[in-house]
């Protein structure tokens, strides 16, 4: 049963410090996204990669967050320093890419519960 | 400005009832139209995909219309049992390359009481 998986699922952290979130897509899924869901913006995208390539971080605040694909099965995002209003619930989903630039299939992982005091 | 809106935003019913939830958009070029189910601390399932030339699609007790020209779509739920409380969200594709397509809506938070 292939699935996204995503570490950790909950992180506590003090304002100012190092968050990173990683994310292991679905084997043989060519893209990588990465979202944050609160209760007020519902899903926002944060970030895409195709084939490891980033393709749009036009969601990220760029001073302070970073996402990378360091390999084909590893996604992360890191975020330095981390402020309150960084606390939301991470999500990272993956897909295979359809010719015509369709990246409606995506499939999510469980989430990271960010909190940052 | 390419937009989706859903409503009711939250929604209470007793088991074993309907209910339809609605999501009107306004992006464009359209492609295609997704509704996701998401559980409480899960992350969103796909329920159905609409293209443009459909224009209603079941999975088992969930029933999604699509009317393009007015660019509603609907969720009907039957029989409506406990496990269906969960967020439904919208999601509509836009017809571009290269960058975000994607739009979403804030979801209407269903809950089914006994």
């Known amino acids: 049963d292939a699935r996204v998986t995503q570490t950790p699922r909950h992180k506590v952290t003090e304002m100012g410090q190092e968050v990173t979130m990683r994310c292991q897509p679905i084997l043989g899924h060519n893209t990588v996204f990465w979202y944050r869901q609160t209760m007020m913006q519902g899903l926002e995208l944060l970030a895409y990669?195709?084939?490891?390539?980033?393709?749009?971080d036009s969601g990220m605040p760029k001073d302070r967050f970073s996402a990378e694909m360091p390999d084909a099965t590893l996604a992360t995002l890191k975020i330095q320093p981390s402020e309150p209003r960084d606390s939301a619930v991470y999500f990272c989903?993956?897909?295979?890419?359809?010719?015509?630039?369709?990246?409606?299939?995506?499939?999510f992982g469980p989430g990271t519960r960010l909190t940052v005091l | 400005k390419n937009q989706v809106e859903q409503s009711p935003q939250s929604l209470i019913i007793l088991e074993g009832k309907n209910c339809t939830l609605q999501?009107?958009?306004?992006?464009?070029?359209?492609?295609?139209l997704r509704w996701y189910k998401q559980d409480t601390g899960r992350g969103p399932v796909s329920l159905t995909i609409?293209?443009?030339?459909?224009n209603t699609k079941s999975n088992g007790r969930y029933t999604a219309t699509l009317d393009a020209d007015t660019k509603q779509s609907s969720l009907h739920i039957t029989a409506s049992q406990l496990s269906d409380s969960a967020s439904y969200i919208c999601?509509?594709?836009?017809?571009?390359?290269?960058?975000?397509?994607?739009?979403f809506g804030t979801g209407t938070r269903l809950t089914v009481i006994p």
């Open positions: 990669f195709r084939n490891r390539a980033p393709l749009d």
């Open positions: 609409m293209t443009f030339s459909e």
């Open positions: 989903a993956s897909g295979p890419f359809e010719r015509g630039g369709s990246y409606n299939e995506q499939f």
């Open positions: 999601v509509v594709s836009a017809k571009q390359t290269g960058a975000n397509n994607l739009f």
């Open positions: 999501c009107n958009y306004t992006v464009s070029p359209f492609s295609n």
